[in-house]
């Protein structure tokens, strides 16, 4: 069995204040002779503990790309249920050594095992007497103020993305499937993939996002409307990518979103012929920011 430096944590949006402590996980990985690798759980311990969640910024399959992307060459992903809420932390760490661990990093607020009783404090003195290689990383700040994933939530519910992305140090990300539409986007001059969010995620204020979207590994701009589409009396809320320089059938296929700035609030036209002309305008304002940044 390969031996591992585990990154212990939630790693929801893998933002600047996860990758400083994936950062030093490779480092003691590679000090080590080990593989870095991190320990994540598949839905927030907050649901079980407290009986009420925060909106996720990603999926458990999102947040593995990212994390793989930062250098984790595996990912566990656990779920949280009530024989992992009940078990002592150092019993949670045994487990973890039972499975290749030979070794951790952890923030210094990191809290696990039943009743929250395991911090970073027990973490390193637990290492310490089994001599593993141990490191807890401090809290990351940016602009005065410590880089959470709650400061991510609140940047994205007020549309300001551009925040949102320079915490998490990377566009924010949204993977999923195809769906069929109503073939308005096509009708419009636009290709259009249908995306739900998942539930549980994160749904960012509704408006027109310019994206990069990632298809069978190659990218193609795209201007992505957020919300209920007012214009043509949609229902639900949902997530339309108007793909450019695209000619193909998207449905059931597999696409990857990253958005990277908030062009303007969702409004209803007074026609087809008015919703027309601003994706015109979005997909102008779209091109000329990505060709700026690629």
């Excluded at 595996?74 to 045994?94: G, Q, S």
């Excluded at 519910?157 to 769906?179: F, I, K």
């Excluded at 969010?197 to 994160?202: A, D, N, R, Y």
């Amino acid at each position: 069995m390969d031996k591992k430096i585990y990154a212990l944590g939630f790693f929801d949006g893998v933002h600047l204040g996860h990758q400083a402590l994936l950062k030093e996980c490779r480092r003691l990985a590679e000090q080590n002779g080990c593989a870095a690798a991190a320990v994540t759980f598949t839905t927030h311990p907050d649901g079980l503990v407290f009986g009420k969640a925060p909106a996720l910024l990603n999926t458990t399959e999102d947040k593995a790309r990212i994390l793989s992307a930062f250098g984790m060459a595996d990912v566990l992903a656990l779920p949280f249920d009530e024989t992992l809420m009940r078990t002592p932390w150092w019993e949670f760490l045994e487990a973890l050594i039972a499975l290749g661990g030979a070794g951790f990093v952890c923030g210094d607020d990191f809290r696990f095992g039943a009743k929250g009783e395991g911090t970073a404090e027990k973490l390193a003195a637990f290492c310490k007497e089994r001599d593993l290689p141990c490191a807890i990383v401090p809290e990351q700040v940016l602009d005065g103020e410590r880089i959470s994933s709650s400061r991510i939530r609140a940047c994205l519910e007020q549309g300001d993305l551009e925040q949102a992305n320079r915490l998490l140090g990377h566009p924010m990300l949204l993977t999923g499937t195809v769906q069929t539409g109503k073939q308005l986007g096509r009708t419009l001059g636009f290709p259009t993939a249908n995306l739900t969010f998942p539930e549980g995620l994160i749904v960012p204020r509704f408006g027109v996002y310019a994206c990069g979207v990632s298809i069978d590994e190659k990218v193609h701009y795209a201007v992505a409307n957020i919300g209920t589409r007012p214009t043509v009396d949609g229902e639900g809320v949902t997530i339309e990518v108007h793909l450019l320089d695209f000619d193909g059938d998207l449905y059931g296929k597999e696409v990857s979103v990253a958005f990277y700035k908030f062009l303007r609030p969702e409004k209803k036209f007074a026609s087809l012929e008015e919703l027309q002309r601003e994706i015109q305008k979005n997909v102008l304002e779209t091109r000329t920011l990505l060709e700026k940044t690629q």
